[in-house]
């Protein structure tokens, strides 16, 4: 079968494998159809030295596929249905598995994908366990962009921030792909949106996908205008994902009381900031890194009532290492899908 190894630094290998034996007990064997790029794929394409993982690695942390057989002690799935697949082989037993908060597992093995393999690749075993069910109606090329894009977003906003209806919430570079959704999903549920994007084709795009107020970051202060859009008072909600010298913008757009959720730190990863505006002003920061497996669920499930991810561009396999280099570029607005 055909598996995508990452071999070294920025060194893809389309590679054959053996397939997998048949699914052992309580696992399932999934035909994967279509894997959706991150902004993790390139930071392990691009090489981590602080990573614990050992290369070559199938590369491909999220995905839908298809049931092709079923092991014993398995009961929720059969051949040919829809699934998509948890992005961690967590344990199923710790305190945080049992509640359902499998990105808090105290067991886990490493992100599918980043520090152990992951899913591109024609055929794999997982258990059933770490199996979503995709809702009819809902295709493989949408579904691939649940298990990280979406469910990390409903994770955010919904678990961290709290996002309720009728809030103004500032989406950071909401040109990219958990930008996209988020705009989508506040606007949903009737928040105001204002989000900032690098250029004025962006702008246009998010304004189409119902973002109230866009501000192009590269030429204008998006602090200034957020705190002018609201009256001087602030947002109540900033989705950030970039970091670096934006961060302390990000805090600025606040209002007392305010939240801030983050889940990544693609423009840097040390920020500084000023502790006595932390406290006086009452803020709260929530880290975020994946998501429960309601949240994959509720996200397929938004899915199949309408709301679906923005797609940049669609590439087979072999043009795998062409969709990391667009997603590198920063042209992207929105997701990334590679056929099988
Ligand atoms: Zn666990």
Redesign the pocket.
Known sequence: MRALQLAGDRKLELVDLPAPPPPGEGEVQVAVKAVALNHLDLWGFRGMAFAKRKLPVVVGVEAAGEIAAVGPGTSRFKPGDKVVMYGAQ?????????EGR?N?????TGIMGFHVDGFARDLLNTRERLTIPVPAGVSMRDAACAPIGFSTVEHMLFDNAKLKPGETILVQAGGSGIGTVAIRMAKAIGCTVITTVGDNEKAAKARALGADHVINYKTERFETITRKLTGKKGVDVVFEHVGGEGFNGSLLCLKRGGRLVTCGSTAGPSVQFNLMQLFQQQYKIFGSFGASMRNISDGLAKMANGLLPVIDMEVQLADFEQGLKRLESRAVFGKIVVHF
């Open positions: 967590t344990c199923g037993h710790c305190t945080a598995c049992r499998d808090l597992c105290e067991n886990v």
